[in-house]
């Protein structure tokens, strides 16, 4: 018999997060212990790889943490730096980390090794030695003072090496207090990274190689600089080699005859830096990952794998037919295929100038940035083909049929014919005032043009009819029928009758609880906005009387500074968005998808960590006429509740900090008995103080 199930529920629409494709954002230092390889990145924390079979990294886990640069490894603890703290990790479990101790500094600290029982941080007033035998609590120990900016540090037992923009000093740390051995001045040496090998420390700085005898650190300091042609920025030492990673590749020296190049290969983006682990170099590349590098035969190193992940700093998405189109200033194009949207697989990349812009037809993509309009085949998603291109400096695209409409910084708003992709034709154009940044689309022969307003250009004799949202800071646009949607600053949204493109009337300015939008996109009577925050869902079925009726918040994933700390300001990020077949695509620090959920009913169980009610969300109110059968028609009632599970048992770490899994999950009701199963979509550990 099957079972009745009574209910009801207020609202039309739900945000369900399904899945991430996230970037690393960008890795600048890397450290292999045994089979694992752990990597600093500034925006994602600490990534952990399993590197015991193959030369492609396979990733473990992730501590989320910004600011990440410099790491260490002792024992089962990691160590890093961060503002004005030394942070302890522990990664006896390599894929469940666990923080341990967050431990002040005097100075702000950039850099950090660890020798025995000692950490040195250096940064802003010198060196400082901690003693960690206890991770969970380090105590500080001596101090080198120095007026002088350091930017990396290395050790030979108590004998540490410092280095900086045009110094490099050598301390005595087995004396009290530690004790100037020596100093070398060298005009731009910008140092990067160092490395400690038997009595030698090993320099990259901005003109090549140096190196300076733990011994006699007062004699002069050599410097290495043949076959080089960029800045060198990561070194490691091995088996009398050096390995060098930098702006102009991986290079192989004698470790003993440093002006002798063995081997050269350029790798995908500049190396930050380098460790090698038997036959294999590991390179921190920045937003493009880790490469590895076959160093067998060191006067032919061979690229042969590496992590790769979605580019960090995407500046528009654009999704069809089951792929997401993301381009960007580092990666001109990025194709993700989204079959399956709660697994996103990045397939295909394209590394051709910048973009800001992307748009589809088919299986053609057209790209806009920099200084150029590209044309790309993606009928084979993972080796995109540039077909043609324009020089022309783009801002926008957007494309119908066989032309492009395109919003240029300098020259105005052009149509051009891309018919012929080799030949790109230009139709017509309208002067337009310059632009720093601009959005586009175009609807029923109107073409919108986001700038420092909305301004309406009929297309077919190139010409402004109208303009509306000045001083509003309009940053997105979507147009349903006769009515405009413009995400801006002021109140997330504005609503306009364009049924007269001269004279566009507004419907409504701002929603009670609406952020700052950066995008905005029409689906099934609901207008969803991206924020820098994350994403809002506006019912706008009554134009006049906008409701708000679900918010869902990115969490801060961060260590957060003590009061009065002041915090460091990031890089503003590129929050586009883009629907299809009712899931919405997010570009912002890689690839999110969200499940547009208005059929089904949405039964919370609690407020959820991160999650606004805002007027009109969802409810359930009582038990009342709805009927839902179970039987063969199973159905689904998705959860977006987060449930928190600590290690501590909830508890917090000696240093206030509580380690918490957030997880997303669904439950299915099926049979005639109607059992529950459920299912998690997603999890994320997060540090809450």
Same mark, same amino acid.
């Given at each position: ?214 011994? &006699? ?360 968005? &883009? ?111």
């Amino acid at each position: 018999m099957s079972l009745l199930l009574l209910c009801t529920w207020i609202g039309a629409t739900s945000i369900i997060p399904l899945s991430s494709l996230e970037t690393a954002g960008y890795i600048q230092d890397v450290k292999v212990v045994g089979d694992i390889l752990y990597a600093a990145s500034n925006t994602s924390g600490l990534i952990i790889f399993d590197v015991s079979t193959s030369p492609k990294p396979r990733k473990l886990a992730t501590f989320s943490m910004h600011g990440m640069t410099s790491i260490d490894v002792a024992g089962q603890t990691l160590y890093t730096v961060k503002g004005t703290s030394i942070i302890a990790i522990d990664v006896t479990d390599p894929e469940a980390p666990v923080l341990l101790s967050v431990t002040k500094t005097r100075n702000s600290v950039t850099s950090i090794t660890v020798e025995s029982q000692w950490a040195y941080v250096v940064g802003d007033g010198g060196v400082t030695a901690f003693d960690v035998r206890n991770p969970s609590k380090p105590i500080e120990g001596g101090t080198f003072s120095s007026f002088n900016v350091y930017t990396s540090v290395s050790s030979l037992g108590s004998t540490v090496m410092i280095c900086g923009t045009e110094v490099i000093t050598v301390v005595n740390f087995g004396v009290t207090p530690p004790a100037h051995l020596g100093r070398q001045y060298i005009h731009s040496l910008n140092c990067h990274s160092s490395s400690g090998v038997e009595d030698t420390f090993y320099i990259a700085g901005r003109r090549g190689v140096y190196t300076i005898s733990a011994i &006699s650190p007062h004699d002069p300091v050599e410097r290495f600089t043949r076959g080089f042609t960029g800045t060198m920025r990561g070194i490691d030492v091995l088996r009398g080699s050096a390995f060098v990673a930098g702006t102009d590749g991986f290079h192989t020296l004698n470790a003993t005859e440093m002006d002798l190049r063995v081997g050269h290969i350029m790798t995908p983006m500049h190396g930050w830096q380098v460790r090698v682990r038997e036959d294999m170099a590991y390179v921190a590349e920045g937003p493009k990952g880790v490469q590895v590098v076959d160093i067998s035969n060191i006067s032919n190193p061979t690229l042969v794998g590496g992590y790769n992940p979605i580019s960090a700093d995407s500046r528009d998405i654009f999704a069809q037919g089951g792929y997401a189109y993301l381009s960007g200033p580092v990666a001109s194009l990025q194709v993700v295929d989204i079959s399956n949207p709660k697994k996103p697989l990045l397939v295909g990349r394209l590394y051709d100038g910048t973009g800001s812009s992307v748009h589809a037809v088919g299986a053609t993509v057209y790209v806009a940035g920099g200084t150029q309009l590209m044309v790309i085949d993606v009928s084979v998603p993972s080796r995109p083909v540039v077909l043609g291109r324009r020089s022309v400096k783009c801002a926008a695209v957007h494309v119908v049929g066989t032309t492009a409409y395109v919003v240029t910084l300098r020259d105005g708003f052009q149509i051009l014919d891309v018919s012929s992709p080799s030949s790109i034709k230009l139709v017509n154009y309208l002067p337009f005032d310059y632009l720093l940044k601009a959005a586009l689309l175009v609807s029923n022969n109107i073409a919108y043009v986001v700038s420092d307003r909305l301004t309406l250009i009929n297309v077919q004799e190139p010409t402004v009819l109208g303009t509306a949202c000045k001083g509003s800071t309009p940053s997105g646009v979507d147009v349903v029928g006769t009515t405009a949607y413009v995400a801006v600053q002021d109140g997330g949204l504005q609503v306009l009758d364009v049924s007269d493109p001269l004279q566009p009337a507004v419907l409504a300015s701002g929603c009670k609880g609406c952020k700052a939008a950066t995008d905005v996109k029409v689906h099934n009577g609901t207008a969803y906005l991206t924020t820098k925050q994350g994403m809002q869902a506006v019912d706008v079925n009554k134009p006049r009387a906008l409701r708000l009726v679900d918010t869902f918040l990115n969490k801060e994933r961060d260590l957060k500074g003590e009061e009065g700390e002041e915090e460091e300001e990031e890089e503003e990020e590129a929050t586009t968005l &883009s629907i299809s077949d009712g899931v919405a695509y997010v570009s912002r620090n890689g690839l999110h998808v969200f499940g547009l959920v208005d059929s089904y009913p949405f039964v919370p169980e609690e407020e959820p960590e991160g999650k606004s009610s805002g007027e009109g969300a969802m409810v359930l109110v009582s038990v009342v006429a709805g009927v839902l059968l179970c039987g063969a028609a199973s159905f689904v009632l998705l959860n977006r509740r987060q449930r928190a599970r600590s290690k501590a048992g909830g508890g917090k770490n000696d240093d206030g900090y509580a380690e918490v899994e957030l997880c997303v999950s669904d439950t299915k009701f099926e049979g005639d008995d109607c059992q529950m199963s459920e299912q998690t979509i997603s999890c994320h550990r997060e540090l809450h103080n």
